[in-house]
């Protein structure tokens, strides 16, 4: 992400003579939201923008310059990842692919792989190795709390092939076994539901208010606007409300990694 905005923050607060802590009591924001910002970690709001204009009377000029810096944003994931590697819960919705965080070695090659035109051998791996760090919030002492909704076609989809799929649907349920994650799968049965054209995480802070993130083909997008976090918050917690109890989940995750097993 391009940090020609939080260094132009940084510097309107220190020639305003304010601290990160002053310039957040006086924006009605965390401090934590203000570095990150400043660090480059996350892009404003328009609402955030409006407000520190406010607090250092640059009349609108932050919000004015606000387009530019979501125009700049190379990578459409660099903002989600590194909120995901701040977030104290994390729940994920995956219409068609196991989420990030949560997949096996062989599995995130596997994905990685089918490209056009093909990636060269060297950054497959820099990416396999990129998704394997993400997961390693899961073997922190303090974890995040991680909820997974995985349609049914996350299942089906044989990506990478019986043996592959195999591993990776036994990782899941070892994972929620030892209690790092709840898994909970949409069964086809259930037919057309709110969120299923689109991958979405919602994160949640300590010390700073809630985020979305929602993904498609070549393009994803940070949410933080209050409003549409609570859209997206209450599209996803009806989703939950039609999914397979975890107990049902967790035996359809094994059943089905069983019958991979057979098939290979």
Not at 67 to 82: I, K, L, N, T, W
Not at 248 to 254: D, H, I, T, V, Y
Request: aromatic letters at 6%; charged letters at 25%; glycine letters at 6%.
């Amino acid at each position: 992400m391009s940090n020609t905005y939080g260094d132009w923050l940084r510097q309107q607060r220190e020639a305003a003579g304010l601290t990160q802590e002053q310039l957040a009591e006086q924006a009605i924001m965390t401090r934590s939201h203000i570095a990150h910002i400043e660090a480059g970690r996350r892009v404003p709001s328009k609402e955030d923008a409006r407000r520190l204009d406010l607090a250092l009377g640059t009349g609108d000029v932050l919000s004015s310059f606000l387009p530019q810096v979501e125009a700049a944003v190379e990578d459409y994931f660099e903002a989600a990842r590194q909120l995901e590697q701040q977030a104290t819960v994390i729940r994920e919705f995956a219409p068609i692919f196991v989420p990030g965080i949560l997949q096996t070695k062989r599995y995130a090659r596997s994905l990685l792989s089918v490209g056009y035109p093909p990636s060269s051998e060297k950054e497959r791996d820099k990416l396999v190795v990129t998704r394997l760090e993400r997961a390693k919030i899961l073997s922190d002492p303090v974890a995040p709390v991680v909820w997974a909704l995985l349609d049914e076609a996350v299942l089906r989809r044989p990506v990478g092939g019986p043996e592959v799929m195999a591993e990776q649907l036994t990782h899941l349920v070892r994972l929620a076994e030892n209690e790092r994650v709840r898994v909970h799968v949409m069964p086809y049965s259930v037919g057309a539901y709110q969120i299923l054209n689109s991958m979405l995480t919602l994160m949640w802070f300590e010390d700073q208010p809630p985020v979305a993130y929602s993904e498609g083909l070549q393009i994803g997008k940070v949410h933080d606007s209050p409003a549409v976090v609570e859209r997206l918050q209450g599209a996803y917690h009806l989703a939950l409300s039609d999914a397979l109890p975890l107990k049902e989940s967790l035996a359809l995750l094994r059943v089905t990694a069983k019958d991979y097993g057979h098939h290979d």
